[in-house]
């Protein structure tokens, strides 16, 4: 089975370092969307596994948040493609979680909720973070320059970005996957 694993803020959507706390504050990063119906319309299957310490640090609720991820949801919908899953971490760093990226507890959820196998499996994200659960759980990370990627290309020692694919946004990194690179 095809699957594709996305973190959202900076690869779906515009990032904050004031944390995306309602709705209105969501906005997709251009192509992202069709990106992500592309993948779907190709046959994969399409998760999202996002950190998500905002709700832990009480700036928003499960409300805001599944309000936020319908409305990408629908988004994607319109376009004729589909989000099967969407994953969070609701945990403050300090709190060492096993789901806080980069541990792959989101990545073991959806492998067991879905019955699916990780291994090789493109993780499309823009931090280290990204690219250590990507590797820690057998998929082939995948590097976008949108969000934080630009900084981490800029930051991250040599060797943690040994073998990884690096993409201007999501369209292209989806443009690769379903064999079209730009």
């Known amino acids: 089975m095809k699957l594709v694993i996305l973190d959202r803020d900076g690869v779906i959507n515009q990032d904050s370092d004031t944390y995306i706390k309602a709705i209105d504050e969501w906005v997709p990063i251009p192509g992202s969307l069709e990106a992500i119906a592309a993948l779907s319309k190709a046959g994969y299957l399409v998760f999202v596994a996002t950190n ?69 499996a493109p993780f499309i994200g823009d931090s280290l973070k990204d690219v250590q659960a990507a590797k820690a759980a057998g998929c082939t990370p995948m590097l976008v320059r949108t969000g934080k990627g630009l900084d981490t290309i800029k930051t991250a020692r040599p060797a943690d970005l040994a073998g990884v694919s690096v993409f201007d946004d999501l369209g292209a990194a989806a443009d690769y996957v379903l064999g079209n690179p730009r």
């Open 52 to 120: 998500q310490s905002g709700l832990g640090r009480g700036m928003f609720s499960e409300i805001d948040l599944a309000n936020i991820h319908q409305k990408m949801i629908s988004l994607v919908e319109a376009l004729g493609g589909r989000i099967d899953g969407v994953f969070y971490c609701p945990h403050l760093p300090a709190e060492n979680c096993a789901c806080r990226k980069p541990k792959i507890g989101m990545l073991d959820a959806i492998a067991m909720e879905f019955n699916v196998k990780l291994v090789g």
